[in-house]
């Protein structure tokens, strides 16, 4: 299902479940004394939503920068290994040669086993892109070096996987990265209560506290909905794809 049609769902059925409830409250409910609450009810629902938005903002300004760190973090783990295969070739030709294949291999298994695995948020094997680093780092670390020329190239090539394993780490952790069962409780309760609270309310007509209490539920559901499909960058909403590493295949011919 698409993703603008499922939180069209979800803001609309939110929207609809409070219209009604507002309506149902509003209709069959006790009139007597609404008015006269309105205040109290509005300072405490000043604080309740004040605390809510807040709490809302900071997850999603949070979830927003993990997404463009992730990406961030797989383009360079990408460009840093075609640097470190460019910087292989000027090395002996058989050096160059296997350091081009195993990095093929790499980027092929980043892009088959573990980014659909990341998309969707299961636990994978990482071990098998470790162990081609590691004889990636070890050829590199083996390889003769005559003159100036190459011991510079093979110390860039170093360099070079060295930022591969760091900018990795950053993509693996990221994967990883979703919101704690806690937090989500406190964002589901905080928006719950921000709506009973709304209910509360009073005024001359049903039909404008309906339409109110009906905006607030959507609005809540529209912000939830967002945080969920930013939590895992490599899937939902944010689905930072490969695209650095099938660039990167195309480089290594």
Do not use: C
Request: hydrophobic share 50%.
């Amino acid at each position: 299902m698409s993703i603008y049609l499922t939180g069209l769902l979800w803001v609309g059925g939110a929207a609809v479940v409070a219209a009604l409830l507002a309506y149902l409250i509003r209709r069959y409910g006790d009139e007597g004394g609404r008015p006269d609450n309105n205040e109290a009810a509005g300072q405490v629902f000043t604080i309740v939503a004040g605390l809510q938005a807040v709490l809302v903002a900071f997850v999603l300004i949070a979830l927003f920068d993990a997404v463009t760190q992730a990406g961030e973090a797989a383009y360079r783990e990408a460009d840093s290994l075609v640097a470190a295969t460019w910087a292989s070739d000027a090395l002996s030709a058989e050096t160059g040669d296997e350091v081009r294949r195993l990095s093929r291999a790499y980027a092929t298994t980043v892009i088959d086993d573990e980014w659909p695995a990341m998309r969707a948020g299961a636990d994978f094997p990482t071990a098998t892109g470790w162990d081609q680093l590691d004889e990636l780092r070890r050829l590199v670390a083996q390889a003769p070096a005559d003159g100036e020329w190459q011991v510079d190239r093979k110390t860039e090539a170093s360099d070079q996987l060295w930022e591969v394993y760091e900018a990795r780490q950053e993509r693996l952790d990221a994967a990883g990265g979703a919101i704690s069962t806690v937090v989500w409780f406190v964002l589901i309760a905080g928006s719950v209560l921000s709506i009973v609270l709304a209910l509360l309310f009073g005024g001359p007509l049903i039909r404008t506290h309906v339409v109110i209490v009906a905006t607030l539920a959507a609005t809540i559901t529209l912000l939830l909905f967002a945080t969920y499909q930013l939590q895992n960058p490599f899937g939902g909403g944010a689905d930072v794809s490969p695209d650095a590493f099938e660039a990167a295949i195309e480089r290594f011919g």
